[in-house]
């Protein structure tokens, strides 16, 4: 460590949450186009019929719901790591070994069941329609809430892999979502 811990304020918090949010944002939700397409489809149709029928941002509401409580846990990952010294308040790891454990817990995620699971149900648009629509706004926020879950366990690997090198190294984040 090199001496300084983080001073955070409430401001801080927000600020670093808002990044987080924002970040997770503009790299999900356009992976999650084939859900939202469908979706909205679904949705026009009932219209055109005079059916009960739900907003597309609704769903969207519910789908960046998820990525916000993510956004919640990171900004707390981030500055317990800060603390205890694991990463530096310039957002890269301040250890080889942290690094390693991180690189080896995301291999080895890549082959366990939760993440096959949620590729299964992030992958196939129908079978997540099928086995998991609901009616009303509600319904849709939830629904937009759980492919949020599904797609952060797809990620999860990668996004553990942010805090072994650098949060912020944009070219380390192509790198990665390329090779994912």
Avoid at 50 to 79: D, I, K, N
Avoid at 148 to 162: H, K, S
Wanted: charged residues 10%.
């Amino acid at each position: 460590m090199n001496g300084m811990e983080p001073a955070w304020t409430p401001l801080d918090a927000l600020l670093l949450v808002l990044m987080w949010s924002s970040m997770m944002a503009a790299m999900m939700v356009p992976g999650a186009n084939p859900m939202v397409t469908a979706f909205a489809t679904i949705n026009r149709r009932r219209r055109e019929r005079s059916a009960p029928y739900v907003s597309t941002p609704v769903f969207l509401l519910g789908y960046l719901l998820a990525w916000v409580g993510f956004s919640l846990v990171a900004t707390g990952l981030q500055w317990l790591l800060q603390t205890i010294g694991l990463i530096t308040t310039m957002m890269q790891s301040a250890s080889l070994y942290w690094s390693a454990v991180l690189f080896l817990a995301a291999g080895l995620y890549q082959f366990s069941p939760l993440k096959e699971r949620c590729l299964t149900c992030c992958r196939s648009t129908e079978g997540f329609i099928l086995s998991e629509w609901r009616d009303g706004n509600l319904g849709a926020v939830v629904m937009g809430l759980r492919h949020g879950l599904f797609c952060m366990g797809c990620c999860a690997g990668l996004m553990l892999l942010l805090f072994a090198i650098a949060i912020m190294d944009l070219r380390w984040v192509a790198a990665l979502t390329d090779a994912w």
